[in-house]
């Protein structure tokens, strides 16, 4: 029915020179062809029994999912992660970022590994701390920092959740943006939103979710002085954008949903809030990973959809429902270069150094950062309700 099918080349294994960190990995990486490797990681995780907690983020590859013992967004899996105080180790099979949030969230008795340390986020390296500060440093100039509260997107460093922690803001994800944007309104009369690194997901949740006009945001260039704006238009935002954005979901077009539509009025679009808002506002349906899936669960059969997310999800969901014609949103194959870094040779790397006393890659947040970070990322568990940009 549609000219954009869902790719079927086989998995990438490719490198995203935003985030390569060049990080030497300890410890025998097995080779991809090792016919064994499936048969290694059971054994390594049924030896280490319930002192390991293995966590999967949609958008790893399905030889990874397959040994989570939960998979989720990342604001689940943030939930998941606090909630087993009792798993000596918390093997994260995501990215870098995430893996840091489940530090902050669990025990100093329980040590966090991340498979591949070059599986970071190039949406979190576009908003460096000394950039941060510079910025806030720039609004209190303008006279407005007493009134900005800053919001970030799960997906960023550490050192800018606890950034938020100390400077009275709070973490988001894609599920919860819209409760965090209301709560953060809500800290001061006239109130602006500094909102981290993200650009999509900010604008996306404050015009159609919280009804501000595109005049009311605006974005901030971190490489130029007073990020780019005037006083003027310092003064007349109610939100202000960091000029960040993912790159896999950046990548979806407003032409590709105009084709998609043109030959297929029955066609839903249902996409992810990091999407532009060009993109976001041609969609049927919008929302996080988790409320994609469940879009799909929920469909009739002989429906068709396409979809705007990454394509290991995609594929994942297409596989589960062939009653449905599914198809990727994007004319070409677009994987999340890091999520795949993930694979099952560092995956049985990691189970196995464990089940032999070894901790390889571990993930750990220095004590104040930590503190600072819980701040922000408790006061998120603690708003309520999780949804849908629109659904
Ligand atoms: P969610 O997990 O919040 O849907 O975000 C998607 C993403 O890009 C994760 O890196
Ligand atoms: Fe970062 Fe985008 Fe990849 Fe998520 S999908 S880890 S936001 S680059």
Same mark, same amino acid.
């Given at each position: 029915m549609t000219t954009v099918d869902l790719p079927l080349l086989p998995l990438g294994r490719g490198t995203d020179p935003n985030t390569e960190r060049g990080v030497e990995c300890p410890g025998d990486l097995p080779p991809a062809?090792?016919?064994t490797l499936v048969e290694r990681a059971r054994a390594a995780k049924e030896k280490l029994g319930d002192r390991v907690f293995v966590l999967g983020h949609h958008y790893q590859r399905d030889e990874v999912i397959q040994f989570a013992d939960v998979t989720g967004d990342s604001f689940k899996l943030a939930r998941d992660a606090a909630a087993r105080?009792? /798993?000596?180790?918390i093997v994260f099979c995501g990215v870098h970022f995430m893996a840091e949030s489940a530090d902050i969230l669990t025990t100093d008795a329980q040590q966090v590994v991340l498979?591949?340390? /070059? /599986?970071?986020?190039s949406m979190a390296d576009m908003a460096a701390l000394t950039q941060v500060e510079a910025a806030w440093d720039a609004l209190a100039a303008a006279g407005v920092a007493d009134r900005v509260v800053p919001v970030t997107y799960m997906n960023s460093t550490a050192d800018i959740k606890a950034f938020c922690g100390r400077n009275g803001g709070v973490v988001c994800t894609s599920s919860n943006a819209e409760t965090a944007l209301r709560w953060a309104f809500d800290q001061h009369e006239d109130a602006k939103i500094l909102f981290l690194p993200d650009q999509h997901l900010g604008r996306n949740t404050a015009v159609l979710q919280l009804g501000f006009s595109l005049d009311e945001c605006v974005v901030w260039?971190?490489?130029?002085?007073?990020?780019?704006?005037t006083a003027e238009q310092i003064d007349g935002a109610r939100m202000i954008l960091w000029q960040g954005h993912c790159s896999v979901h950046g990548r979806f077009s407003e032409d590709v949903v105009d084709a998609l539509r043109a030959q297929d009025p029955d066609l839903t679009v249902i996409v992810h809030p990091e999407c532009k808002h060009e993109v976001v506002t041609r969609a049927d349906m919008v929302g996080s990973t988790e409320f994609i899936i469940k879009a799909i669960e929920a469909a009739e059969p002989g429906t068709h959809w396409a979809i705007g997310t990454e394509l290991n999800l995609v594929k994942r969901l297409a596989d589960s429902r062939p009653d449905l014609n599914i198809s990727f949103l994007d004319r070409n194959v677009c994987y999340c270069s890091t999520m795949n870094r993930i694979d099952l040779p560092h995956l049985v790397r990691s189970l196995e150094s464990l089940a032999e006393g070894v901790v390889v890659n571990r993930i750990e947040v220095d004590p104040t950062t930590q503190a600072e970070a819980k701040v922000a990322l408790d006061r998120m568990l603690a708003l309520p309700g999780t949804g849908a940009v629109r659904g």
């Amino acid at each position: 029915m549609t000219t954009v099918d869902l790719p079927l080349l086989p998995l990438g294994r490719g490198t995203d020179p935003n985030t390569e960190r060049g990080v030497e990995c300890p410890g025998d990486l097995p080779p991809a062809s090792d016919p064994t490797l499936v048969e290694r990681a059971r054994a390594a995780k049924e030896k280490l029994g319930d002192r390991v907690f293995v966590l999967g983020h949609h958008y790893q590859r399905d030889e990874v999912i397959q040994f989570a013992d939960v998979t989720g967004d990342s604001f689940k899996l943030a939930r998941d992660a606090a909630a087993r105080p009792d /798993a000596e180790f918390i093997v994260f099979c995501g990215v870098h970022f995430m893996a840091e949030s489940a530090d902050i969230l669990t025990t100093d008795a329980q040590q966090v590994v991340l498979p591949d340390l /070059a /599986a970071g986020c190039s949406m979190a390296d576009m908003a460096a701390l000394t950039q941060v500060e510079a910025a806030w440093d720039a609004l209190a100039a303008a006279g407005v920092a007493d009134r900005v509260v800053p919001v970030t997107y799960m997906n960023s460093t550490a050192d800018i959740k606890a950034f938020c922690g100390r400077n009275g803001g709070v973490v988001c994800t894609s599920s919860n943006a819209e409760t965090a944007l209301r709560w953060a309104f809500d800290q001061h009369e006239d109130a602006k939103i500094l909102f981290l690194p993200d650009q999509h997901l900010g604008r996306n949740t404050a015009v159609l979710q919280l009804g501000f006009s595109l005049d009311e945001c605006v974005v901030w260039n971190p490489h130029r002085p007073n990020g780019g704006l005037t006083a003027e238009q310092i003064d007349g935002a109610r939100m202000i954008l960091w000029q960040g954005h993912c790159s896999v979901h950046g990548r979806f077009s407003e032409d590709v949903v105009d084709a998609l539509r043109a030959q297929d009025p029955d066609l839903t679009v249902i996409v992810h809030p990091e999407c532009k808002h060009e993109v976001v506002t041609r969609a049927d349906m919008v929302g996080s990973t988790e409320f994609i899936i469940k879009a799909i669960e929920a469909a009739e059969p002989g429906t068709h959809w396409a979809i705007g997310t990454e394509l290991n999800l995609v594929k994942r969901l297409a596989d589960s429902r062939p009653d449905l014609n599914i198809s990727f949103l994007d004319r070409n194959v677009c994987y999340c270069s890091t999520m795949n870094r993930i694979d099952l040779p560092h995956l049985v790397r990691s189970l196995e150094s464990l089940a032999e006393g070894v901790v390889v890659n571990r993930i750990e947040v220095d004590p104040t950062t930590q503190a600072e970070a819980k701040v922000a990322l408790d006061r998120m568990l603690a708003l309520p309700g999780t949804g849908a940009v629109r659904g």
